[in-house]
């Protein structure tokens, strides 16, 4: 069964820095793209970041770029995103999921991570 | 970049059907045959019903079906059912190489 557990959010102040995990597990995780995606109290879903199974490619939302960075350990089956400079509008629910398709369909998601930015 | 373009809401009695549309651009849904559809139950991560514009995963019912037509990609669901009643979201890929959702639609089944 495939399986995605993150973990990593919490409560941070503006402008501080938060990293998140996400653990893959029932599948080949070194072979597929993974993406992160969040969601706002109240608010739709917004695509953050994806990168390639050999971190080859990396692409990012123009809302995050150059304050976030999206990695991955394939030995450790571990998806990551370290989130810095972080705003009140980063507060979110952070998915992470599978990339299928061409990376262009997302098959699993994980049931999120919570990142709470408040003084 | 704009959110792809959905209603905020849709509603209908069981057993009928009912149909979300999603409006992007060329730089989206326009150029590219890379639209998904996702359900999201309230509290609960998003789940892939269409994938590619009109194909579904393995396990997801026939009454979900994808189409598109220009800039415009529509979800229709047929026979509707209670459990039906979420959250539903497309996306897209972009030229930009990045995805793109739309703002979501909440679907009520009377």
């Known amino acids: 069964e495939v399986q995605l557990e993150e973990s990593g959010g919490g409560l941070v102040q503006p402008g501080g820095s938060l990293r998140l995990s996400c653990a893959a597990s029932?599948?080949?995780?070194?072979?597929?793209?993974m993406h992160w995606v969040r969601q706002a109290p109240g608010k739709g879903l917004e695509w953050v970041s994806r990168?390639?199974?050999?971190?080859?490619?990396?692409t990012y939302a123009d809302s995050v770029k150059g304050r976030f960075t999206i990695s991955r350990d394939n030995a450790k089956n571990t998806l990551f995103l370290q989130m810095n400079s972080l705003r009140a509008e980063d507060m979110a629910v952070y998915y992470c999921?599978?990339?299928?398709?061409?990376?262009?369909?997302?098959?699993?998601w994980g049931q999120g991570t919570t990142v709470t930015v408040s003084s | 970049q704009s959110a792809l373009t959905q209603p905020a809401s849709v509603s209908g009695s069981p057993g009928q059907s009912i149909t979300i549309s999603c409006t992007g651009t060329?730089?989206?849904?326009?150029?590219?045959?890379?639209v998904s559809w996702y359900q999201q139950h309230p509290g609960k991560a998003p789940k892939l019903m269409i994938f590619?514009?009109?194909d579904r995963p393995s396990g997801v019912p026939d009454r979900f079906s994808g189409s598109k037509s220009g800039s415009t990609a529509s979800l229709t669901i047929s026979g509707l059912q209670a459990e039906d009643e979420a959250d539903y979201y497309c996306s897209s890929y972009t030229s930009r190489k990045t995805l793109l959702f739309g703002g979501g639609t909440k679907l009520t089944v009377l």
């Open positions: 999921a599978r990339g299928v398709g061409g990376s262009r369909n997302l098959d699993a």
């Open positions: 990168v390639k199974n050999d971190e080859s490619e990396i």
């Open positions: 590619d514009v009109s």
């Open positions: 029932g599948f080949t995780f070194s072979i597929y793209w």
């Open positions: 060329s730089s989206d849904i326009g150029g590219y045959n890379h």
